[in-house]
């Protein structure tokens, strides 16, 4: 028999978990403001942990990171600013900023005073991302933009935008693209919410028409911004940015959403499961859950429900192992080639199962879902009714998790790719000039 390798434990130091404790104690009230609250947290760099000193952080491991999420949490306090900030625009920043960059950029993310959001995707340019024909022309020490975004998450409640624009089309066009701070506030920035088949709309279009970026605004070289931009997606697709990634309360940040002058223990009692955040609408829906409401609406006997739920299980701990796997090899300096990918993958058939055996186990009831208030209310009076929503908003959220961060498809060819050693798609982008292709869309 094969010996199976146990996965070495993922800790963070006692004493980081200790100092977080003793901090909290003296510093956590929850009559402070919101704004109040994370001025403090974010200023001691608890934020951030993992960002280096000079960005607000505290050049914490991964684990120590993860360590000082779950502190807070438990210890009820409000967590760090939630958002594309955080994950995204302040590990970036820290790596390619300059040092007032850092200052006038990042301190507002640790501290959330301003909201972020990500403006990369295009209608012709998703996948092929280095497609994107947004353009930025130089105008005396600022840059004209014109051009359109689409599925910008949170972009009606962001500040300031994650902007990549086409600096220079007569190169190939990896190298001729810009990471930029777009000012959302300005006239020339119009952002349209998309309404979303759950009911809700986290994403929106966002047309830009000769807005204005300054030089200072630059983020990396000019005409570098794909190599910025691999920075921005490895940490959306490690999915624990600058924080720790342990969960817990937040609030959102920004002048836009309007939660900074609320007071900070308002938001520390635990969250509906409205919010489409995936790992929330995962847990309602996950294997006891589902054997609950199996038990409850008499399938647990049906032989082809019991194979999908113990699918299910298998699936979930698969996962599990694995991200510890990465976790402890991180914590070491090692990493496993292909693994995030194998993880994405992984929670996208977790998705798909828990959506196919959910509605099965469900029955009719889970085919109505409520848009207002109105039918909320209607609803609630069903059996099982807070559990039969739950599994009705992830079915209908169950498409996102396979596009976002890069398409299951693309995922695997990363993995043929990269990790197997295949051979590339054969294409010219690499060295004809992008004026010269054929574009998308
Ligand atoms: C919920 C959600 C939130 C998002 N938030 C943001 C955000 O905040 N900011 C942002 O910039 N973007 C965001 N996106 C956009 C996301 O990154 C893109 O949707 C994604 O990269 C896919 O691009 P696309 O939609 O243009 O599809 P396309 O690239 O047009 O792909 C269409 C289909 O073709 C397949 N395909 C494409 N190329 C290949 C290939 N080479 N080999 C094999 N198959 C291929 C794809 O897998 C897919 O099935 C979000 C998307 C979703 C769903």
Redesign the pocket.
């Known amino acids: 028999m094969t010996k199976v390798e146990e996965a070495p434990k993922v800790q963070s130091s006692k004493s980081i978990v200790e100092e977080i404790r003793a901090w909290l104690k003296e510093n956590w009230d929850p009559e402070l403001t919101v704004a109040e609250w994370w001025n403090r947290l974010g200023l001691a760099g608890w934020s951030a942990p993992t960002l280096p000193t000079n960005a607000y952080g505290r050049g914490l491991s991964r684990p120590d990171a993860i360590g000082v999420s779950r502190e807070i949490a438990s210890f009820g306090a409000l967590g760090p600013p939630g958002g594309?900030g955080l994950l995204l625009a302040a590990p970036t920043i820290a790596t390619h900023g300059t040092q007032e960059q850092i200052d006038l950029y990042v301190r507002d993310i640790v501290t959330g005073q301003r909201g972020w959001?990500?403006?990369?995707?295009?209608?012709?340019?998703?996948?092929?991302?280095a497609g994107l024909t947004t353009r930025a022309l130089k105008d005396g020490d600022e840059w004209v933009i014109n051009g359109q975004?689409?599925?910008?998450?949170?972009?009606q409640f962001a500040d300031l935008g994650?902007l990549?624009a086409r600096t220079n089309p007569e190169v190939p066009k990896h190298q001729g693209i810009t990471w930029m701070v777009l000012d959302m506030h300005q006239p020339g920035v119009e952002v349209r919410p998309l309404r979303?088949m759950t009911g809700s709309a986290?994403?929106n279009e966002v047309f830009i028409s000769d807005a204005h970026v300054p030089d200072s605004a630059v983020i990396g070289d000019v005409n570098n911004g794909w190599a910025v931009a691999n920075t921005t997606l490895a940490f959306e697709r490690s999915g624990l940015g600058a924080g720790g990634g342990g969960g817990g309360f937040s609030a959102m940040p920004g002048t836009v959403a309007d939660q900074l002058g609320r007071r900070a223990g308002e938001f520390v009692t635990p969250r509906s499961g409205a919010a489409?955040d995936v790992a929330e609408m995962l847990q309602p829906t996950g294997p006891s859950a589902l054997v609950a409401l199996a038990r409850a609406n008499g399938k647990d006997k049906d032989p082809v429900i019991r194979q999908g739920l113990a699918k299910l299980h298998t699936l979930g701990e698969v996962a599990r192992f694995n991200t510890e796997r990465l976790k402890a090899a991180h914590s070491v300096g090692r990493d496993i080639p292909g693994l995030p990918n194998i993880a994405k993958l992984s929670m996208s058939d977790i998705m798909r199962l828990s959506r196919d055996l959910g509605m099965s186990i469900a029955g009719a009831q889970g085919t109505l879902h409520a848009y207002t208030p109105e039918e909320r209310q209607e609803l609630e009076g069903l059996p099982a009714s807070g559990l039969v929503s739950a599994i009705t908003s992830l079915a209908l959220?169950a498409?996102?998790?396979?596009?976002?961060?890069?398409?299951?498809?693309?995922q695997?060819?990363i993995i043929g790719e990269r990790v197997l050693g295949l051979p590339k798609?054969p294409n010219n982008d690499r060295t004809a000039r992008f004026s010269e292709l054929p574009k998308?869309g």
């Open positions: 594309l959001c990500q403006l990369f995707s295009e209608p012709g340019a998703g996948s092929d991302l975004k689409v599925w910008t998450s949170l972009g994650m990549l979303e986290m994403f489409n959220h498409q996102a998790p396979p596009i976002y961060g890069g398409t299951d498809q693309i695997r060819n798609e998308n």
